[in-house]
């Protein structure tokens, strides 16, 4: 069994995962999806992010950084949550810290 993760920072989840070999964070990747990240992380792995499609509009994700069976670590969507599901920042806030205090008790 892989040990949890748990960070304190956005920058510490975004230099993990980056040396672990995801092209999450990278600035290609971040542009084409248009993405913004929130400064704060919950239950030391969900953080909230924001993508804009083609046509302009913005919406929020939950995403949770999650280490795989190789031991490397990866960002997706938070179980029970879909990518761009949240038409509001506040929303996408409130589904995080609500996953966090029923996944980790934090």
Same mark, same amino acid.
């Given at each position: $069994?892989?040990? +949890?993760?748990?960070?304190? %920072?956005?920058d510490?989840?975004?230099?993990?995962?980056?040396?672990?070999? @995801? *092209? #999450?964070f990278? +600035?290609?990747? $971040?542009?084409?999806?248009? %993405? !913004?990240? %929130?400064?704060?992380?919950?239950g030391?792995?969900?953080?909230?992010? %924001?993508e804009?499609?083609p @046509?302009?509009? /913005?919406? #929020?994700s939950? /995403?949770?950084? *999650?280490?795989?069976?190789?031991?490397?670590? @990866?960002?997706?969507?938070? +179980?029970?949550?879909?990518?761009?599901?949240? +038409?509001t920042r506040h929303?996408?806030?409130? !589904?995080?810290?609500?996953?966090?205090?029923r996944?980790?008790?934090?």
């Amino acid at each position: $069994m892989t040990e +949890p993760v748990n960070f304190r %920072s956005i920058d510490a989840i975004r230099k993990a995962v980056t040396a672990s070999g @995801s *092209h #999450y964070f990278e +600035p290609d990747t $971040m542009r084409f999806f248009r %993405s !913004r990240l %929130s400064s704060t992380v919950y239950g030391g792995r969900f953080f909230v992010t %924001s993508e804009q499609d083609p @046509s302009g509009y /913005r919406a #929020y994700s939950v /995403r949770e950084v *999650h280490r795989l069976t190789d031991g490397t670590l @990866s960002v997706r969507s938070a +179980p029970g949550t879909e990518f761009m599901q949240f +038409p509001t920042r506040h929303a996408a806030i409130a !589904r995080a810290r609500e996953i966090a205090r029923r996944d980790v008790g934090a």
